[in-house]
């Protein structure tokens, strides 16, 4: 469930006249384990008792994520399918943005990997883990040694 959904129940049980600890007790009857903890729902009901109407969060202050918009991520993308033996400071340098967050793109939004200085996708399938492997002398050592080199990358 919606954790707008469960703020709409506790509002409706604030405003039957439930205290904090029955409106818990109602939750956990009904949605057991996924129900919403007790700090969370004390915190909702006193919220409605200082007259609040809205279900959603605030606002919160400060700087939106704009580093892993789409368009970035599309251009580092690019940035490495041009030259697979960049660093990621290069690309940081050229996109104008942190190595951090440069590095969050390429593993968690693109799923690559650093192997033997090539950007390579982080899952490769039984016909592709032989090609980046040529110095492998058996098809086996070089499969394990692949599975071994990814498992432990960053």
């Not at 409605?48 to 939106?64: Q, T, Y």
């Not at 192997?115 to 086996?140: E, F, G, Y």
Request: net charge positive.
């Amino acid at each position: 469930m919606d954790k707008i959904e469960y703020r709409a129940v506790i509002k409706y049980l604030f405003l039957k006249g439930n205290t904090p600890t029955q409106i818990k007790d109602e939750l956990d009857s009904v949605y057991g384990d996924s129900a919403p903890s007790f700090t969370t729902v004390k915190f909702w009901a006193a919220e409605f008792k200082r007259g609040r109407k809205s279900l959603g969060d605030d606002e919160r202050s400060g700087r939106p994520k704009t580093a892993t918009a789409d368009e970035n991520i599309a251009k580092v993308h690019q940035i490495v399918l041009d030259d697979r033996r960049i660093k990621v400071r290069e690309i940081a340098e050229v996109m104008k943005m942190s190595k951090e967050r440069v590095c969050h793109i390429l593993h968690e939004h693109l799923g690559m990997t650093k192997l033997s200085a090539r950007w390579v996708p982080r899952l490769l399938t039984l016909d592709q883990k032989p090609q980046w492997l040529p110095w492998r002398k058996s098809t086996n050592y070089g499969l394990n040694c692949l599975t071994i080199r990814l498992t432990h990358q960053i």
